[in-house]
């Protein structure tokens, strides 16, 4: 594993080190935080504040997706990544303790969407195990895949053996110029996810099958909101079969969230007070009935669980009367829980909303 990674890594000259291998002070989810707390936000002389924006308007639905972050380890380490994954994430992987204790938590599960994520979830030796246990037990499987994972040796009939299961592909992709996903990811990736995106469509991905679905997810290169999804899905469509004669089923626009390697950024780049701000001025009480926190159960790689994949992030553990481990998981006990919040929440209800299947208004 390490020589393959290692190696795709190598061509991505403008690539980063994760903040863990940088022993970053933003490495500490409780620095991140702290920083978030100290931006100043402000209206009509009161600190801003999430919890109050949402008031009683945010509360659980039913569970519908069970997403499980399976580690951080990944074959590259983008600009903008929210989870600091990396090839050097090899200390947060899945145990197999954990992994049985997830597969069995899926199968008593009403959910009807597994998500599969990571780093790149591909990497964990044990994810056609899930995806075999998921498929199984009936629910819909998506694999959170960065494209250039399926390019690796190791993978060589992953796009075929994946599209037997049915399972679909939530691919990202900056942008679909070479120059802006270059810019987020390093050298040569951008030709990497075309000739990927290619694997996939001559596999029957990308085609409007249903069993064999290929939706792309874009996030903005800089510090604004994402534009009309449904626009931006037309000009993908035509630039991707113009120029390079790829097609895609769906394309997910999201938010970049305050947080990780895309919090440094906008720290360093003088850029945080004003994207926050940003996100606060352009709240919408629209994207709140779609916000993913409601109907998603986030499971992290060490079997904690949480309100969302961000929180997960910022390790905000999710308040369950048994405990915040997939173990013990009660579907029962989840519904009734209260949702924990934080000032990066702003990014899942700005503008048109943000979640991990889209825009939400």
Not at 6 to 19: E, F, G, K, M, V
Request: negative net charge.
């Amino acid at each position: 594993m390490a020589d393959s990674l290692s190696t795709d890594r190598s061509r991505t000259a403008r690539s980063i080190s994760t903040l863990h291998q940088r022993h970053a002070p933003l490495s500490s989810s409780a620095e991140q935080l702290r920083v978030l707390a100290s931006v100043h936000m402000e209206q009509e002389g009161h600190r801003v504040e999430f919890g109050p924006f949402v008031g009683d308007a945010l509360k659980p639905a039913h569970l519908e997706v069970f997403q499980v972050n399976l580690g951080k380890l990944c074959n590259m380490t983008c600009r903008h990544c929210h989870v600091d994954a990396g090839p050097d994430r090899t200390d947060a992987m899945m145990s197999e303790k954990t992994v049985g204790q997830v597969i069995a938590a899926i199968g008593s599960s009403a959910a009807h969407t597994v998500d599969l994520t990571g780093g790149a979830p591909e990497l964990h030796p044990r994810f056609r195990d899930v995806v075999d246990a998921s498929v199984t037990a009936g629910k819909h499987v998506i694999d959170r895949c960065n494209l250039t994972v399926l390019l690796l040796p190791r993978n060589a009939d992953l796009v075929d053996w994946l599209g037997e299961r049915g399972v679909e592909i939530v691919a990202s992709l900056p942008h679909y110029r070479h120059i802006n996903t270059d810019a987020q990811r390093g050298d040569g990736v951008f030709e990497r996810s075309i000739k990927a995106m290619q694997v996939l469509n001559a596999a029957g991905y990308g085609k409007g099958d249903p069993l064999r679905r290929l939706t792309l997810v874009s996030n903005p290169a800089g510090a604004f909101l994402g534009a009309s999804q449904a626009s931006l899905e037309r000009e993908w469509r035509q630039a991707l079969e113009r120029d390079y004669g790829v097609t895609f089923d769906r394309l997910f626009v999201l938010n970049n969230m305050p947080i990780s390697r895309f919090l440094e950024w906008l720290e360093s780049s003088g850029n945080l007070e004003a994207y926050m701000n940003r996100l606060v001025n352009a709240f919408n009480p629209g994207a709140i009935v779609g916000a993913m926190c409601r109907n998603t159960l986030s499971v992290g790689w060490d079997g904690r669980l949480y309100d969302c994949d961000f929180n997960q992030m910022l390790e905000l553990e999710i308040s369950l009367p048994n405990g915040p481990h997939i173990g013990a998981f009660d579907e029962s006990n989840w519904e009734h829980r209260p949702i924990v919040t934080a000032r990066h929440c702003f990014g899942c209800t700005a503008g048109a909303g943000s979640s991990c299947s889209g825009q939400t208004a």
